[in-house]
Every structure is written in C-alpha cells, then in structure tokens.
Nanobody, 124 residues
Framework: QVQLVESGGGLVQAGGSLRLSCAAS????????MGWFRQAPGKDREFVAT????????YYRNSVKGRFTISRDNAKNTVYLQMNSLKPEDTATYYC?????????????????WGQGTQVTVSS
C-alpha cells in the first residue's frame, strides 16, 4: 500500500485560492491513479477530482469545473489540487486517495489508500 499525507488547507475568504498537496510514500507512486474527495460536517464524503497515473486524464465534479485543477508530479510522489475562486460551499475536510493500477474513478470504493485529511474553510 501507499501512505498519503495531505497539507495546504486553511482559512481563506470567498474568491481566494488554496493549493493542497498530497505526498505519497511506499509503493511506486506512478502505479496509482489519484483522487481528491471532500467531506463537510454532517454530509457524505464526495468526489472532487481524479487523475490517471501520468496526468494525461483528469475528471472533476461539476461544481468545481473551471475552478479546481488536479495535477501530479511523479518525480516528487505528490498530487496537487489547485483551488481558485473558492466558495463557502467548498468548506470541508479534503482527502486524497490512491487507486492501484486504476484509471481514475469517482467512486470511493475504488480507492485502497486514504490520507488523514486537511481542513479547508472558506469564509463569506
């Protein structure tokens, strides 16, 4: 398995930006498709974005398209989530997840490894 550690969360005003990072260790990072999910208090964990092993393919939930960008650097074993034009409804704990030999998925059960999460709070 791969171990994942997220960072980069914080408090930001609406319209601001944050960049989340997820550092991986363990098995070969390029063997994994990666995903970002989020969970707001009292709500289910939901898909945000996914990227395939080499970054050629990405997919986003509709509400973040055009505002969020997922990317990866396999040399640094890191996946990123650039979040621009943040809205209060983006407030949540954000989790990265790894899908071994996958193509990328919107489904939680496709991912075998999860990070501990990083809190993002957007004030209005």
């Amino acid at each position: 398995q791969v171990q994942l550690v997220e960072s980069g969360g914080g408090l930001v005003q609406a319209g601001g930006s944050l960049r989340l990072s997820c550092a991986a260790s363990g098995r070969t990072f390029s063997s994994y498709a990666m995903g970002w999910f989020r969970q707001a208090p009292g709500k289910d964990r939901e898909f945000v974005a996914t990227i395939n092993w080499n970054g050629a393919n990405t997919y986003y939930r509709n509400s973040v398209k055009g505002r969020f960008t997922i990317s990866r650097d396999n040399a640094k074993n890191t996946v990123y989530l650039q979040m621009n034009s943040l809205k209060p409804e983006d407030t949540a704990t954000y989790y990265c997840a790894a899908n071994y030999r996958g193509a990328g998925s919107t489904l939680r059960h496709s991912y075998e490894s999860w990070g501990q999460g990083t809190q993002v709070t957007v004030s209005s």
